[in-house]
């Protein structure tokens, strides 16, 4: 026998109490999740149509008392329906239940309060003149469209420098598709969704484009969904969660800014926004494009094995030139004396830059700094020489690898130079800032990090302060990198670059390509020439020279055979069995429980797992954090792999008071 749960209300509320129907043979096969069926409701005899969210094999209840499906409502294919299915798959492909997956696909229904409208005339009215595309811009378009003429179009990756007009390229596709009426989802990082970004599009598309972003209230974002489900508003530009739009005519999924992390859920199910807005377009019929001057790898191997199409863009607009990049070795500041945090090269550049009116941008690259232990004097980094992964110090005086475990003691010198100046780092921006207030008298500077920019309107104040040339330099942490668009800036100055080249994670390469490459692209983008200054302790390091020479596709190639190598992604996925649970020993054990079941199910060790290890941070709000990783070719297997552990921790008790989570890296 069957059994299928629906529910009769689209509300996160009802979710969590979805009612138990039993599926007639006659209907098995139809009834699948997403699907809308009749079904009698309550004692009134009343009939009411619902949404199929999951189907099992057994039932809590006595199936004698249980009532059946009537009917599937074929033809019904609605917003909502399409939802749910994106819905189970991403509870199939990313693990969680249910219900988990229909509330983040679902809007919240709460109650919503009137938001005032803002009047922005005279902002609009000053807004350059309708632009004319280039004629690469122009070559862009039409290749995309000729591929969405085909029968099956792919996913587009448009890969152009900062500041090649993606953006007006997006902007182009997005009127073509509001002319076929369809409707269209903008994902963009939050950090990057500036009122620059949200003036170009109501400058083009006016009342038709809404913006979802952290700051609405539950209310006013449920109120957007609902103008986007009656029509209303025809274009969503916002971060992640807009993906989830219901309109009933998707045309087209832009991403921006493709390679951002914040594309990546944190909140079971674990999805990420470029797979799950394919899947989605896939079901719709609709299309995908996704730009970046920095792509993922994995988004750049599928261009090259040709799943998507790939397009790029070489060159800025009009006369920008790419800036002119200076590496500057840090060991040699040390050994001539220079113990400032700036280098005599950054002091010049800066010096000249002020005496001409420019400004510049201080960018401290503090990604995956935690808990790593580095030498002062030579940059040395203690790495697994099983994962070459950066190790971390833990308060038991070991240095730690978080993939397989790997442990040794902490240093009292530096294995490479002898040192005493080995260990932890801790450097922020107010020390930057301190420090610079004490070199240059009477400079004027805004700080942009997590503590500046919590209060509401946080970042876009200190952007627009920095905009009106109210100071000199702005120093931040990644934050500044994105998306945002300051003539006057002719200095970039990137401190510490190699910093995140020994985060304790595979893509540490490709994030500190990514975060040089993104920090010095914002240096010359009016009609000055800019210069970026870029500090590292590893001057030869390929993602360092790549990314000075802002040489996307030398990256790419060293990067991919490292891939290659190591079995990293996207030559192989990864999934991560994370768990977590206030007793440590106990988590251990029930860990190495999975691990052996994981033997079990891949004697022949085809999945190649490594650990359990602590994971990266180790313990949160008192909970100790593990983590295993399995390794394969095919997401399938992976899918799996999921499935059975996920079984298997469900019935067995030991399990009780840990949680597991999954997370599948692409
Ligand atoms: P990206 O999204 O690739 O960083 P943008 O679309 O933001 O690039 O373009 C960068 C800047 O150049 C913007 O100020 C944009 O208005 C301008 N620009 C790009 N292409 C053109 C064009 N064909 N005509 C006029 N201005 C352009
Ligand atoms: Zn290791
Ligand atoms: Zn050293």
């Known amino acids: 026998m069957q059994y299928a749960d629906v529910i009769v209300n689209i509300t996160a509320d009802a979710l969590d109490k979805p009612f138990a129907y039993i599926v007639p043979d006659e209907l098995s096969g139809q009834v699948v999740p997403g699907a809308r069926v009749r079904v009698p409701f309550g004692n009134g005899g009343r009939h009411v149509s619902a949404f199929v969210v999951a189907l099992r094999d057994t039932c809590d209840y006595d199936p004698s008392k249980m009532k059946a499906i009537e009917a599937v409502l074929t033809g019904e294919d609605t ?46 009215a000053a807004l350059p003149a309708p632009a004319v595309l280039t004629e690469g811009q122009q070559g862009a378009v039409d290749r995309i469209l000729s591929e969405w003429e085909r029968e099956n179009p ?4 448009l890969r152009g420098v900062t500041g090649s007009g993606k953006t007006l390229i997006y902007m182009e596709l997005i009127a073509r598709v509001l002319e076929e009426g369809r409707d269209v989802i903008v994902l963009i990082p939050e950090i990057a969704l500036t009122r620059q970004t949200v003036m170009r599009f109501v400058a083009r598309f006016g009342g038709r484009v809404s913006f979802l972003h952290s700051r609405l209230s539950d209310g006013e974002k449920y109120d957007q969904m609902k103008a986007a489900r009656k029509g209303d508003v025809r274009i969503m530009v916002g971060p992640r969660s807009a993906l989830f739009t219901p309109f009933s005519h998707l045309g087209l999924i832009v991403i921006d800014e493709e390679h951002e992390e914040s594309y ?42 040709g799943e998507y199409l790939g397009i790029v863009l070489p060159e800025r607009y009009g006369s920008a030139e790419l800036p002119e990049t200076k590496i500057v070795d840090m060991t040699e500041e040390m050994k001539s004396g220079n113990r400032s945090i700036f280098s005599g090269t950054l002091k010049e550049e800066l010096t000249d830059c002020l005496r001409e009116g420019g400004q510049a941008m201080l960018f401290l690259n503090r990604r995956g700094y935690a808990g790593f232990v580095t030498c002062r004097a030579c940059g040395y980094v203690a790495r697994c020489p099983h994962c070459d992964i950066s190790l971390t110090r833990h308060l038991n005086r070991k240095l730690v690898c978080h993939y397989c475990g790997y442990e040794i003691p902490e240093y009292e010198t530096c294995p490479s130079c002898g040192s005493p100046h080995i260990g932890g780092i801790s450097v922020g921006t107010e020390q930057v800032e301190e420090q ?58 990137v401190l510490l670059a190699d910093l995140s080249l020994n985060a304790q994670d595979y893509r540490a390469a490709e994030r500190t390509f990514q975060l040089i490459t993104q920090a010095a692209g914002r240096a010359g983008r009016g009609q000055k020439p800019g210069t970026a200054v870029i500090q590292t302790y590893k001057p030869d390091h390929f993602a360092i020279l790549t990314a000075a020479a802002q040489n996307y596709e030398a990256f790419y190639k060293e990067e991919m055979s490292y891939r290659r190598i190591m079995h990293y992604p996207p030559e192989g996925l990864l999934l991560a069995v994370l768990g977590s649970g206030e007793d440590p020993a106990k988590l251990h054990e029930a860990m190495e429980y999975i691990r052996r079941f994981i033997s079990r199910i891949d004697p022949k060790n085809a999945f190649s797992a490594i650990g359990p290890a602590p994971q990266t941070v180790g313990k949160v709000r008192d909970r100790y954090r593990e983590v295993i990783y399995i390794r394969h070719r095919e997401r399938e297997m992976l899918v799996k792999a999921r499935s059975l552990i996920e079984r298997y921790t469900e019935m067995n008790s030991g399990f009780a008071d840990i949680r597991v989570e999954f997370n599948l890296s692409t």
Not at 108 to 119: F, G, L, P, W
Request: proline share 4%; with cysteine.
């Open 79 to 124: 917003a909502d329906a399409r939802l749910i299915k994106l819905a189970a798959w991403m509870c199939r492909t990313y693990g969680g239940v249910m219900a988990q997956a229909l509330k983040t696909v679902l809007p919240t229904k709460k109650r919503v309060r009137r938001k005032k409208t803002e009047d922005v005339r005279e902002e609009l």
């Open 264 to 305: 990546h859920s944190e909140l079971t199910p674990r999805y990420h926004a470029r797979e799950t807005a394919i899947k989605r377009a896939e079901i719709e019929g609709a299309r995908v494009v996704m730009g970046s001057a920095t792509p993922s790898l994995t988004a750049s191997a599928r261009a090259e094995r």
């Open 154 to 157: 792919r996913p587009v990756l």
């Open 436 to 493: 610079l207030k004490k070199e240059f008298p009477g400079i004027r500077t805004l700080r942009m990090d997590l503590d500046t920019t919590r209060g509401k309107e946080g970042h876009g104040k200190i952007l627009k302060e920095f905009g009106e040339r109210k100071a000199d330099v702005l120093i931040g942490t990644q934050m500044i990198v994105k998306g945002h668009d300051f003539p006057n800036v002719t200095l970039v100055g």
